[in-house]
């Protein structure tokens, strides 16, 4: 009887130990949710609709959480703040047209690609400024924190100024506050859309890869995300998303 009873006690503890593992491991900051940090200021991939943020971004994440089983919570917050959210726990990925950079993977990682885009440059119409060359000793735009910040640091000679949305540096730059703006293609296309007068130089600034910035700390919730955009992908579910917000040309 003693033998038997030690036996139970050993058993119990062992399924109290592999319970309180299974919550010190949670795949998600909250349970049965999925939250993505964004800056809803960069359509088409994330933007205000109303009450709602929609976009490029915010349908694939939609359904990646509806693969995973989860409800999709978006928290919109500045570009620069979206890393250290993910860092700190307050969000479970940052999807927000993210290009995969060595200086971000230092404090993220990143999941597979789900779409390419471009850096570009946006000028007034009869700009002299008419290559990527020709930005040297100019005043240029860019938002906060983006790869248009970081790749413009190395164009000889040039004054950054830098802005929290992206509208904000077309504003500036169609009052001749600025000479230029470096920025995302799509969110480029939507602005010059917008606002006459203004052009999108031929020549690329970058080519670049996007990806959703997930903790280091969860190689779980990377690979179920991973999983996801695989079944997204061959689905053809991931085409049909960006093919309802970008059109070809």
Known sequence: MKKLVSALLIMAMGVTMLTGCGKSNKLTV????????????????????????????????????????????????????????????????????????????????????????????????????????????????????????????????ATLERYNKGFEAVQSLLTDKIDAVIIDEQPAKTFVSQNEGLVILDEKFTEEDYAAAISKNNEALLAEVNKALAKLKDSGKLDEIVAKYIKED
């Open 30 to 157: 909250e349970e049965g949710k999925l939250i993505m940090g964004t800056n809803a200021e960069f359509p088409p991939y994330e933007y205000h609709e109303g009450d709602q943020i929609v976009g490029i971004d915010a349908e694939i994440a939609a359904a990646i959480a509806e693969e995973m089983g989860l409800e999709l919570v978006i928290e919109d917050m500045a570009f620069d703040s979206i890393i250290g959210a993910v860092t700190a726990g307050k969000v479970d990925m940052g999807l927000a047209g993210m290009t995969v950079t060595e200086d971000r993977l230092k404090n993220v990682n990143f999941s597979d690609t789900y779409a390419h885009a471009s850096q570009v440059v946006i000028v007034k119409e009869g700009s002299v400024i008419d290559s990527v060359d020709a930005l040297t000793g100019k005043t240029i735009g860019v938002q906060l924190g983006t790869t248009g910040d970081i790749y413009a640091e190395d164009i000889e000679g």
